[in-house]
């Protein structure tokens, strides 16, 4: 079981490590580019990746040893996520890189560990991955009711507690409590393409994300005009049938548009690192990025 904990927590490393070599990538930090990001580049993302391995195996075990309701898991899960952000913030001089998706793998990486408690084969099938994301719904079943009450007396208020107030989107919480269906549309995208090799698949992937998701990267930094435009154009180009070389030629000239900008679809990358892992779990692809 150490081992098996071993390999699942280093998918999830290995998933962001995975998103953010992703390249070209329209607005975002890639091995070329930093997107639209002033602050951080590739560098930062992968000390970021560094400082968070300890906990996703510590995810991994709460979940498989707690015993009781999933929701009383959640709390010994934030806390442990408190001490990770922690992490990454020293390890990235105080920019925030992560922290939605260190949120979103606590969830999924505690939700797994209880997976495991009645089923230990791998790889998983789409059936597991469904459990799990069930389970996560449960752990987080009343996070955006507590997390987002009293909002208006608050004085300080985070990126994703303004966007409630202003749009009411709840953002990864929303997403958690909900089951992630996003990441289950995702999901269904990765195993009807497998004809593609992964890094085309992937950034097609990303395309798709960014036609669909209410990125709250994208509400912070533009706005509901601004998500609307990259959701059509995100859309278009998905339709246009390019070939590899063609999408990849346009995805740098849509980084550059985006960068122009400042618009970065930092919600759809979290989430594609999230259907990265389960594609792991899956067997979809490795890590080597070999198809399997």
């Given at each position: 079981m150490d081992e098996q904990l071993l390999t699942i927590s280093n998918y999830a490393e290995t998933a962001l490590y995975e998103e953010v070599a992703l390249s070209p990538k329209p607005g975002l930090v890639d091995r070329f580019s930093n997107g639209a990001h002033r602050d951080m580049d590739f560098q930062t993302f992968l000390a970021s990746i560094q400082s968070l391995r300890p906990f996703f195996k510590e995810y991994l075990y709460l979940g498989l040893t707690h015993r009781g309701q999933p929701s009383s898991l959640f709390d010994s899960l934030r806390e442990t996520g408190k001490m990770a952000e922690t992490a990454m913030l020293k390890a990235t001089?105080?920019?925030?890189?992560h922290k939605g998706a260190n949120f979103s793998f606590a969830v999924l990486l505690g939700a797994t560990g209880l997976h495991l408690q009645s089923n230990t084969h791998l790889p998983f099938t789409a059936k597991d991955t469904q459990k799990i994301l069930s389970l996560s719904q449960d752990?987080?079943?009343d996070i955006v009711a507590k997390d987002f009450q009293q909002l208006t007396t608050k004085q300080h208020l985070s990126y994703g507690e303004e966007l409630y107030l202003k749009y009411q989107i709840s953002g990864i919480r929303g997403e958690?409590?909900?089951?992630y269906p996003a990441l289950q549309k995702l999901m269904c995208f990765l195993r009807k393409h497998q004809e593609l090799r992964q890094e085309e698949l992937l950034l097609r992937a990303l395309l798709y994300l960014m036609s669909e998701v209410e990125?709250?990267?994208i509400l912070h930094r533009g706005g509901r005009d601004a998500l609307k435009e990259i959701k059509k154009e995100s859309l278009d180009l998905q339709k246009s049938r390019l070939s590899y070389v063609q999408?990849?030629?346009k995805l740098k000239e849509y980084d550059q548009q985006?960068?122009?900008?400042?618009?970065s679809p930092g919600g759809s990358a979290d989430l594609l690192s999230l259907g990265i892992y389960f594609s792991f779990l899956e067997?979809?692809?490795s890590p080597s990025g070999k198809k399997v």
């Open positions: 001089k105080g920019i925030n890189t752990i987080t079943q958690a409590a909900n089951g990125d709250s990267n999408l990849v030629k985006l960068t122009t900008r400042y618009l067997k979809l692809f």
